[in-house]
């Protein structure tokens, strides 16, 4: 499966951006999918995940109860709603899926190009 991810852009601290990443291929819907995030001089870590059917979503301590992950089926497109957005969010995101979903990069087949979120004090 090929990804595109976008929506990134600069925000102020407290506001709000909706990642989108689309997806292509008719296998969309049996993959898990995540998001992931790296920072200047960072690791990548991850940030949160939806399980292919969307019943299940994971997500890191960091974001929990900020960012919510969705998906929809007939658009192949995976969503990363971010609500009050901190500067230590700042990072270039990216979308990837998986057979099934989990926090380690290593477990994720494809990944988009990356997008990039700058959060200003």
């Known amino acids: 499966v090929q990804l595109q991810a976008s929506g990134g852009g600069l925000v102020q601290a407290g506001g709000s951006l909706r990642l989108s990443c689309e997806a292509s291929g008719r296998t969309f819907s049996s993959y898990a999918m995540g998001w992931f995030r790296q920072a200047p001089g960072k690791e990548r870590e991850f940030v949160t995940s939806?399980?292919?059917?969307?019943?299940?979503?994971y997500y890191a301590n960091s974001v929990k109860g900020r960012f919510t992950i969705s998906r929809e089926k007939a658009k192949n497109t995976v969503y990363l709603q971010m609500n009050n957005l901190k500067p230590e969010d700042t990072a270039v995101y990216y979308c990837a899926a998986a057979r099934a979903s989990g926090r380690g990069a290593y477990e994720y087949d494809s990944w988009g190009q990356g997008t990039l979120v700058t959060v200003s004090s």
């Open positions: 939806i399980s292919a059917s969307g019943s299940s979503t």
